[in-house]
């Protein structure tokens, strides 16, 4: 019957259903009721485990931590190639297998450790010292805090201490050969081969220039181009000359025409000698003053007044001789100064034309050779501006070598490792770790037994495996 407060709605499920649910459908009481069912097999696991790991724990060895401290100043006085110093960086350099192998070789492995030296093979036993060596230093830092603590465990105090000393000396010889052997050489190499590659761009670009009669084109084209300007202007000034020595011979050729060759001379009548004088000072303003302007009009008209005068026969008298005309020889020698002028203009004409000529072809041929002699250049300048790099580099990198290998401030040593009063025992957390390990290996062995088991635990697994509802359950005494 069912009891007061169960549902007894629901349909029974078919065989085939209650075939594919043969096995138990657990809960969580019923998996705490099949391990309590399983104490047994659970304290049969538990115990032998628990004795062995107790057993282990006590007989483990007291151990000694020496410590020390070391400084690492990230300031910029001392940069080095990977960077500025860090606290990083440097722990991976101090955990490296090389560092051990140094102060391992310093120490000895029979002082460290014995019984590894009396049970390995010859070829392995440096592989198992450092190992443990590796095993048994400890070296943390924070990421704002410069100081790395740097810890190592040993069997002996005495020894810890000595070892973590000859870690810590190998880890700065280390650091100092890593900053000093290999960048300088390979700098100096770099540096070497870039100053051959600037001595032939050197000969290159002297070799163009010496095949070209080139000095320095940007010289000599400031030259060429001062030399043109020159010229020109200088032909511009002789072309102006010569267009006003050409009208003053074409002007005397013209007044020659007018003037007697021959002339009276030593001619006693004042009338005359008035006149002559009037008809010269008329010819010497000629050179001056044009025929319309008024300096020449006025002359004529006193010529003019003293030829009627002469014309009218008044006063006449004296004696006259012919001779040639002064005015004549005059203007004939004025002429021939400026034909000589005349001809030595157009010559110096000529010239300048011809330089400026030769001025722009050679500016034409420099515009020509320019892009080579460019691209010579641009080789010379790399070339330069690398040998200059590298040598700043070697030179920075030899600084910072000679400060590794004299012991930079970069790396300091607090304290050095002492030996350590107490000793440190494992016991404590060897047992509790046993006791960890036997109670899960006594869980598991109850969970594998609750779980294989076919049988029913609770009424709940009853219910959830064949999907019927439980009416009653008796105890069986």
């Not at 010889?173 to 100096?188: E, M």
């Not at 008044?314 to 040639?324: C, D, K, L, S």
Request: charge should be neutral.
């Amino acid at each position: 019957m069912p009891q007061a407060g169960e549902r007894t709605t629901g349909s029974a499920p078919s065989p085939a259903h209650q075939g594919a649910r043969l096995r138990p459908r657990l809960g969580a009481l019923d998996i705490a009721v099949q391990l309590w069912r399983a104490k047994w097999l659970m304290l049969a696991v538990f115990a032998p485990l628990c004795a062995a790991g107790l057993a282990m724990a006590f007989v483990l060895p007291q151990g000694f931590t020496a410590t020390s401290r070391i400084l690492v100043t990230p300031g910029d006085r001392v940069a080095y190639a990977a960077g500025y110093v860090s606290a990083p960086a440097e722990l991976e350099l101090l955990r490296s297998p090389v560092v051990a192998q140094k102060a391992l070789a310093k120490v000895t492995l029979a002082r460290v450790y014995p019984a590894i030296a009396r049970g390995c093979r010859p070829e392995a036993c440096e592989g198992l010292a450092i190992a443990e060596i590796t095993r048994s230093l400890s070296a943390t830092a924070a990421d704002t805090n410069p100081v790395i603590a740097v810890e190592f465990r040993h069997a002996e105090a005495a020894m810890s201490a000595e070892m973590l000393n000859a870690l810590i000396d190998a880890y700065l010889a280390h650091r100092a050969d890593i900053h000093t052997d290999t960048l300088t050489d390979d700098l100096r190499e770099q540096r070497e081969r870039f100053e051959q590659d600037l001595a032939e761009a050197d000969q290159a670009v002297r070799a163009y220039l010496e095949s070209n009669n080139l000095a320095d084109l940007a010289a000599e084209r400031d030259t060429l181009r001062a030399l043109y300007q020159s010229a020109s202007g200088e032909l511009l000034v002789a072309q102006s000359r010569l267009r006003q020595a050409e009208a003053r011979l074409e002007d005397y050729r013209i007044q020659i025409e007018s003037i007697a060759p021959e002339q009276d001379i030593h001619i006693e009548d004042p009338r005359q000698q008035t006149l002559l004088a009037l008809q010269m000072e008329r010819q010497e303003k000629l050179s001056r003053y044009r025929e319309d302007s008024r300096v020449i009009q006025e002359l004529d008209k006193r010529i003019e007044q003293a030829e009627d005068y002469l014309d009218t026969g008044a006063g006449t008298g004296g004696i006259v001789r012919r001779g040639p005309n002064p005015l004549y020889q005059q203007v004939e020698a004025a002429i021939a100064t400026l034909q000589s002028e005349v001809k030595a203009l157009k010559g110096q004409a000529a010239e300048l034309k011809t330089q400026i000529a030769e001025f722009k072809g050679r500016q034409r041929r420099l515009v020509e050779l320019e892009p080579a002699l460019q691209a010579l250049e641009r080789s010379r300048l790399v070339a330069e501006n690398a040998v200059f790099a590298f040598s700043e580099r070697e030179v920075d990198a030899r600084a910072r070598s000679e400060m590794a290998r004299r012991g930079d401030k970069a790396i300091r040593v607090l304290a050095p490792a002492t030996p350590p009063v107490e000793g440190v025992s494992l016991k404590l957390p060897a047992i509790i770790l046993s006791l960890i390990l036997a109670g899960l290996a006594a869980l598991a062995a109850g969970l594998v037994r609750a779980l294989t088991r076919s049988g029913f635990a609770t009424p709940g697994s009853v219910e959830r495996t064949l999907g019927l509802p439980v009416l009653a359950a008796i105890r069986k005494y």
